[in-house]
């Protein structure tokens, strides 16, 4: 089986029936998507497939057969960090942090698709199944108001790094 | 594989070994064997570096205590920066490990910054002042005359004289102990302590670095899971540990990269190459447990701790309490209960470990690696120091969860197996063994002047909780079960406010359930106790609550914090003497005080920062909910080493704690903690934070006081007490649920609550085995077979025959019958629940023996029009023969074609389990000269082709009546009206698709096409159960096809507007030999639900059932405004399950999920069958029914259907 993973043509030998966040965090040793619930309920095994959010923790590897798969680790790096990512870093949006995978590729996935810059209400409501239980919503609400700042104060500011 | 150690600083031992460099060191006792211990045996002293200057330049800091995601790690390199003037970037820190970092207990209690950081300061202050003293011999300029600066000491003078740290340290070793008299840089020289500092964590963690245990991963590694015991939640009694009675080891055979089962005492674990085949091993390991003992009633918590064992202490009395409270004038007896709550962290705990014979390595999220170690020491009877334990970042904690226990497992594990083995526990575990954060009591007696002051004041505190043993200890056996209590009741039990007599008890504890502390430990309750105690005197004194306490208050420092939050919050002085407020619409807000200094430790104990709430909150008079819009949170920390690290900490304090008030409270049932996910334990969700101000105290010249729980103290007192503003109605148990609310309003009117009544219908089954005997009489059972056959060749049909068969076997959907789970295609074997039994599928492929090899077309016809088996046996209605007679000479040859085309495969199905009469196979005989022509189709000419043509598809070959048309007691479809008005199968509802839909939009064409080509109509929802493989086989159907299909249903669907003789169906007339058949049986009454809706608006469904929806069901059920998410978003309000008169379809989807969509863009839905219990379901299911089918009588019996959904679950 193969799909495309963070840009890269990947090929896979396992049960297709294996949800794709074991795939990925064990198959490709990749840290962004975390086990968190299993059910879909908490956010935190978030990634985006063909540019949407994705809750792998529930998703068979067959869904992504041919399809385009990103992880956090695709969206940029430290030293290059996508807008998102760095409005994050720089809103210090994270207290233990095993939410912020989620937080970050909802918030890249939601942006994606905003057409104008959106309220703190519309953030509100598109971050309202991701779990927090440091209390970091405040910062993580800033983070994504300041990373649409960005994206919509210049149109072609990518979401993802390198692009 | 990355390798885990490139992150890693060198060991104490490696540093102490050295040559070279500055090292600033505590002597500490070494620990000890559990013989040397049981010996009493003393160790000479160890030396435990707290700082590290390297040849290079290089400056290490060690510190006891782990960074939680607080961000400690930050504050503390920036202490270590500033007293060795460097920059926190020249800091690394290191937290923790057991062979690195001291030995400074447990991260609790927010001491981190208050106690652990004081010896890190100075050693730092020590290392500095070596560090210009040989400058200053070096350089020969008096110390006075250098300045340190990022490394290098200058001269003050001429700065191109200077020497670097690197160079000082490197001429030979220097092993220093810190020294306390060592000179603090002032206060006022801090150029990085008390600044904000970013944090230096979280890139790595917005970015996907390796960070947290979670994402070790050690060349060779295997993955874990453990099967706890039943007795979900408890720690002590003598069942613990001793309840296994046997783990059937095959019955995991058939899972591939098994490679041990390790059993000890109450311990299960399994060990697997991949992480799926472990988790499956997990769910499919058949284990075998004695039942265990109830626990007491904890549904009455108050009563439950009351009769708890206790030992009491005193621990303050001053003046007369008693006799001052037996003369006040009006007297005041207050009980407060809190509920068990959870640590709740986001990630369940994960541990690695490898056990080898010399050398045990673990990789933990630990709050206390060096306690951890002791523990996996005894756990496995070694030596501690061959134990190391390398603690890495967690999901956040907020006190004791799960981490260590997940340790023992992974070390247990990887002891069997000798390899290093990952575990991490699921959700359900993490929930369920987490040590809760105590239930407490809080009893207060006293009264109030007639002057207005207080009488007296009488607390007692029960707090049923101890540390929390390591469960793996216990499973073992290695420590006995043994209910121990521990004096943590005490935190901030006395009370801020001066009272003339006063005292002050705490009723000592064992758990109940297995408990532990959690955020702001037990001075969180007492202290919601406290405030709003004094709320109440205030209240009955007729007085404002900010100026009744700031008149008894007795500390300065929290006086002045008050009064400037209340300023900052624009607080208006009340009288006392509540009022109705004003309301607008159903909504009424209030507004509410509370202070507290969070005390810990060791009783008398250390006072942390104070911290004072004015949380404004809007309640719903009609439904009950409540809600926090705004909070003022003041704050004093004395100096704050970062500002920016403090205010995320008292933000993340307020919404924590504000959850905690509102929504959260553990469950039980007679015998176990229940609540699994966050459906069942829901916390707070973005929509409903509240907004937050911060004051926080300037006083960097105080020292800096812990800053981790401070803020979550005076939480819900303040929130009590503004809903007391609002209301008049005073909630003395957490949490504040719509519920309790809707109780206290109901109460305080006057009114009660009377639950509706549930009414149970009986079903009414007659016996009619003497109709269908009369019926067979009439007709002789007796069938020929038909002469076996070579398998006949193919020659005789063209490739265009075989191929117009493949596209008519996928119409009659004869695979999704007729292939088992896992099975050969069409080989049969599926079990096909009916009510009469279960029925396997046969063999369509040509094998000779055992499938149809040997069947001449003559047989094969006959079995397709009459339902009877070649060698005469008559088949079972199930088999749609009653549709398929309909199908045309033509594409009957085809199909028989295309069937003898395919590859034989010979099985041995499993014989069919069917009730009496029906077992009895000759009666069918009967059952078909009754039923059986009834469903003749003929076509109408006077109707348009596609209607016909689709007529054909649905009565022949689609079979959709099988499945969508009710049966009769005899099981044969009923025709007339009732065609197509409903059915089941395999235990699913097949909806009607007639005018008796329920759907709450009619079935359009267009809707039945969308549905039958994508497997998902907007309108109506996707198919599930066995539609989904029914619209795959679709598939092969060319569209106008499935168009023809569409058209003819739609009319049907509106066929109360055709005349009788249009209708196709009923034109022959059979005495129906019963009139009640369980299609018709009463599905719907009234019950709570419908009570609700009658009465009251829908918002005030159980609030259970509404968190559940809203914690587990919402993120993918409700709209979003963008299209940003992967798979449809079903949404109840339309979908016809929602609405149907069976519950079925929907307690079905949420039991088994979506795991085989027809399209992978249709996006998947979990199974929640391990999830929720059936209790917990029933309130869902009842909470979706009546919030999304608020026209529809609610469903009854629901208990009783899960449970017999869960005993059959279909093969579907």
Same mark, same amino acid.
């Given at each position: ?163 | ?244 009675? *046997? ?454 010249? *105080? ?329 795959? *086989? ?179």
């Amino acid at each position: 089986m193969s799909f495309l993973l963070n840009g890269e043509m990947v090929q896979v030998e396992a049960d297709t029936q294996t949800p794709l966040l074991y795939i990925l965090r064990n198959d490709f040793q990749l840290n962004g998507p975390k086990f968190g619930c299993g059910l879909g309920e908490c956010g935190a095994c978030s990634v985006l497939i063909d540019d949407r959010v994705a809750r792998c923790c529930a998703i068979p590897l067959i869904a992504v057969e041919g399809r385009k798969v990103q992880t956090l680790e695709g969206l940029g790096s430290i030293e290059s960090p996508s807008v998102v990512q760095k409005a994050f870093i720089d809103e210090q949006a994270s207290q233990c942090g095993y939410c912020t995978n989620g937080m970050i590729i909802t918030t890249t996935a939601f942006l994606h698709k905003c057409s104008a810059k959106p309220s703190t209400q519309q953030i509100k409501e598109a971050l309202r199944a991701n779990l927090c239980r440091c209390g970091t919503h405040i910062e993580i609400i800033k983070a994504v108001e300041v990373a649409a700042e960005a994206l919509f104060f210049d149109a072609s500011n990518p979401l993802e790094e390198g692009k | 594989m990355l390798n885990t150690s490139n992150s890693l600083s060198q060991t104490r031992a490696e540093f102490l070994a050295k040559n070279q460099g500055l090292f600033v060191v505590k002597e500490s006792n070494p620990p000890l064997s559990p013989a040397q211990k049981a010996d009493d045996i003393k160790k000479p002293t160890e030396l435990e570096i707290y700082i590290a200057i390297e040849s290079d330049g290089k400056v290490t800091a060690f510190n006891g205590h782990v960074d939680l995601g607080t961000g400690i790690r930050t504050a503390l390199a920036q202490i270590v920066a500033e007293e060795l003037d460097l920059e926190v970037s020249q800091v690394k820190m290191v937290l923790g490990d057991t062979e690195r970092a001291p030995n400074q207990g447990a991260t609790i209690a927010s001491a981190t910054l208050q106690i652990t950081a004081i010896p890190l300061r100075h050693a730092a202050a020590t290392a500095r002042q070596h560090l210009l003293i040989c400058a200053a011999q070096h350089l020969e300029i008096a110390p006075d005359k250098l300045i340190c600066l990022n490394g290098v000491i200058f001269s003050k003078k001429d700065p191109n004289i200077s020497i670097s740290y690197g160079d000082l340290v490197s001429r030979d070793k220097v092993v220093l102990q810190i020294d306390e008299h060592a000179p603090l840089k002032p206060v006022n020289d801090y150029k990085i302590v008390g600044k904000s500092a970013s944090r230096t964590d979280i890139p790595a963690k917005a970015t996907g670095e390796l960070t947290y245990v979670h994402d070790v991963r050690v060349p060779g590694m295997l993955h874990g899971r453990v099967i706890r015991p039943p007795y979900s939640g408890r720690d002590s009694g003598d069942f613990i540990g001793r309840s296994l009675l *046997e783990v059937e080891r095959d019955s995991i055979d058939h899972i591939p990269g098994i490679v041990a089962i390790e059993v000890i005492g109450d311990f299960v674990g399994v060990v697997a190459e991949r992480e799926e085949n472990a988790i499956r091993a997990m769910k499919e390991l058949k284990v075998h447990w004695k039942p265990h003992p109830d626990l007491p009633d904890l549904t009455d918590l108050e009563f439950a701790v009351k009769a708890n064992p206790s030992t009491q202490r005193t621990l303050l009395e001053e003046g007369d309490v008693e006799l001052a409270i037996a003369n006040a004038d009006q007297r005041m007896q207050r009980t407060y209960v809190w509920p068990y709550q959870m640590h709740a962290s986001i990630g369940p705990s994960c541990g690695v470990a490898d056990v080898q014979s010399n050398k045990v390595m673990v990789w933990s999220g630990t709050q206390n690696p060096h306690i951890l170690r002791t523990d996996l020491a005894f756990l496995l009877n070694i030596d501690e120091r061959m134990v190391e334990v390398i603690r890495y970042e967690a999901s956040g904690c907020y006190g004791r969860n799960c981490a260590d226990d997940v340790c023992g497992d992974a070390v247990l594990l990887s002891r069997a197996v000798k390899r290093p083995v990952r575990v991490q526990l699921t959700r359900e575990q993490e929930h369920l063994w987490e040590p809760k954060g105590a239930g407490q009591l809080m009893e207060v007696d006293g009264g109030i002047n007639a002057d207005g002051s207080p009488a007296g004041y009488d607390f007692t505190s029960s707090y049923p909780s101890n540390g929390a043993p390591m469960i793996t200890l216990l499973l073992t056996g290695v420590v006995e079960p043994i209910a121990a209590a521990l004096e943590m009741g005490d935190r901030t039990i006395i009370p801020p406010y001066h009272f003339d007599h006063i005292r002050v008890r705490v009723n000592d504890m064992a758990p109940i359930v297995r408990a532990a502390w959690l955020r702001g430990v037990s001075a969180l309750p007492n202290t919601f106790a406290h405030e709003s105690y004094i709320d109440e005197l205030a209240e009955a004194a007729g007085e404002d609550p900010v100026a009744y306490r700031l008149r008894y208050l007795k500390d300065e420092r929290a006086a002045e914090l008050v009064k400037s939050v209340a300023e900052r919050a624009d607080w208006k002085t009340k009288k006392g003497h509540w009022e109705e407020k004003d309301k607008v619409g159903s909504i009424v807000k209030g507004r509410g005080f509370a202070y507290a200094r969070y005390v810990h430790s060791k009783f008398p104990g250390f006072g942390a920062a104070w911290a004072a709430w004015v949380a404004d909150v809007e309640v719903d008079t009609h439904s009950g909910e409540v809600s926090v819009t705004r909070v003022v949170v003041g704050h004093d920390a004395g100096l704050m080493i970062n500002p920016d690290g403090v205010r995320h900490q008292i933000q993340g304090n307020v919404l924590q704690s504000t959850s905690r008030a509102l929504k959260e409270s553990v469950s039980f049932n007679e015998s176990t903690v229940l609540d699994k996910e966050w459906g069942a334990y829901p916390i707070l969700t973005f929509p409903e934070i509240p907004d937050v101000e911060i004051v926080m105290a300037d006083k960097p010249e *105080e020292p800096p006081q812990g800053a981790g729980e401070s803020a979550s103290v005076p939480s819900a007192a303040a929130i009590a007490n503004a809903i007391f503003d609002a209301t008049g109605v005073r909630l003395r148990q957490p949490p504040f649920t719509a519920e309790k609310m809707r109780a206290g309003l109901l109460a305080k009117n006057g009114e009660s609550q009377t639950p509706a009544k549930k009414k149970y219908g009986s079903a009414k089954w007659f016996a009619l085995f003497t109709t269908i005997a009369g019926a067979a009489v009439v007709m002789s059972p007796w069938r020929p077979a038909i002469t076996p056959v070579q398998v006949p060749s193919l020659a005789t049909y063209s490739q265009a025959t075989i191929a117009r068969g493949e596209t008519l076997f996928a119409a009659g959907d004869c695979t999704v019958c007729h292939t088992s789970e896992g099975g050969a295609m069409n080989a049969g074997g599926r079990a096909l629940d009916t009510p009469f039994g279960k029925i396997y599928s046969t063999n369509l492929t040509p094998d000779p023996e055992t499938g149809l090899g040997n069947w001449s077309f003559s047989a094969f016809e006959r079995a397709m029009r009459e339902g009877i088996s070649r060698d005469g046996k008559h088949l079972y209605p199930v088999f749609p023969y009653t549709a398929y007679q309909n199908v045309n000479n033509e594409d009957m040859q085809a199909l028989y074609a295309y069937i003898m085309s395919r590859p034989a495969v010979k099985t041995t199905l499993p014989k069919n389990d069917l009730s009496f009469p029906f077992n009895i196979r000759p009666l069918m005989a009967g059952w078909n000269t009754l039923f059986k022509s009834r469903t003749q189709f003929k076509e109408s000419p006077e109707k348009s082709e596609v209607w016909n043509r689709g007529a054909y598809l649905v009565n022949g070959l689609g079979h959709c009546s099988a499945c969508h048309s009710p049966r009769n007691l005899m099981g044969a479809e009923k025709v007339g009206k009732n065609f197509l008005a409903g059915g089941e199968v395999d235990g699913w509802e097949a909806p009607a698709l007639n005018a008796l839909s329920k759907a709450p939009t009619p079935w359009s064409e267009n809707a039945l096409f969308d549905y039958l080509r994508s497997g998902h109509s907007p309108e109506h929802g996707p198919a599930t159960g066995p539609m989904g493989p029914v619209v795959e *086989e679709l598939g092969k159907l060319p569209d106008s096809d499935i168009r023809a299909m569409s058209h003819y249903l739609a009319s049907i669907g509106s066929q109360q507007k055709m005349s009788a003789t249009e209708a196709i169906l009923a034109n022959v007339t059979v005495p129906t030999p019963v009139t009640t058949t369980s299609a018709e049986l009463t599905q719907v009454e009234p019950s709570l639900a419908t009570a609700w809706k009658n009465g009251l608006p829908s918002q005030t469904l159980p609030s259970d059932g509404k968190g559940m929806f809203e914690g587990a069901c919402s993120a993918c059920h409700t709209t979003r405004e963008q299209d940003d998410w992967f798979g449809i978003r079903p949404e109840m309000q339309t979908n016809t399950n929602v609405h149907s008169n069976k519950p079925n379809n929907l307690i079905r989807t949420i039991l088994y999920g979506v795991q085989k969509p027809v399209d992978s863009s249709l996006g998947y839905m979990p199974s929640f069958a391990d999830s929720f219990n059936d209790k917990q379901l029933e309130s869902l299911v009842t909470y979706m029914r009546a919030e999304f089918a608020p026209d529809k009588p609610a469903w009854n019996n629901l208990y009783q259907t899960i449970a017999n959904i869960r005993a059959n679950p279909g093969s579907h």
